[in-house]
Nanobody
């Protein structure tokens, strides 16, 4: 099982980035997918999750106005569109997969991918 995240980089405050996470090695039918982030010296925190069908989404309250999660099942890929980025969004962003209730994704993933670094300059 492999979850490969990409799309991170350096962006100025107010800019946008779109992260991608491609899943391979198994079929994640009926599994939820989502994103967490971890800043230096801080705990990993939940960002957003999406159901397998893409019909349902779940966000951290503080981020839902700026971040949008989506997926392309044909490509087995989940995306995170991040707008109006702030320096406090600087972190390593991880994607993952978890079965069951969508809102339970916030408690952690069964499978994790390697992170992609997002740095927002002031």
């Amino acid at each position: 099982v492999q979850l490969q995240a990409c799309g991170g980089g350096l962006v100025q405050t107010g800019g946008s980035l779109r992260l991608s996470c491609a899943a391979s090695g198994r079929t994640f039918s009926n599994w939820n997918m989502g994103w967490f982030r971890q800043a230096p010296g801080k705990q990993r925190e939940f960002v957003a999750a999406i159901s397998w069908s893409g019909a349902s989404t779940y966000y951290a309250d503080s981020l839902k106005d700026r971040f949008t999660i989506s997926k392309d099942n044909a490509k087995n890929t989940v995306y995170l569109q991040m707008n109006s980025l702030k320096p406090e969004d600087t972190a390593n962003y991880y994607c993952g997969a978890r079965p069951g209730r969508l809102d339970y994704v916030q408690y952690g993933m069964n499978y994790w991918g390697k992170g992609t670094q997002v740095t927002v300059s002031s």
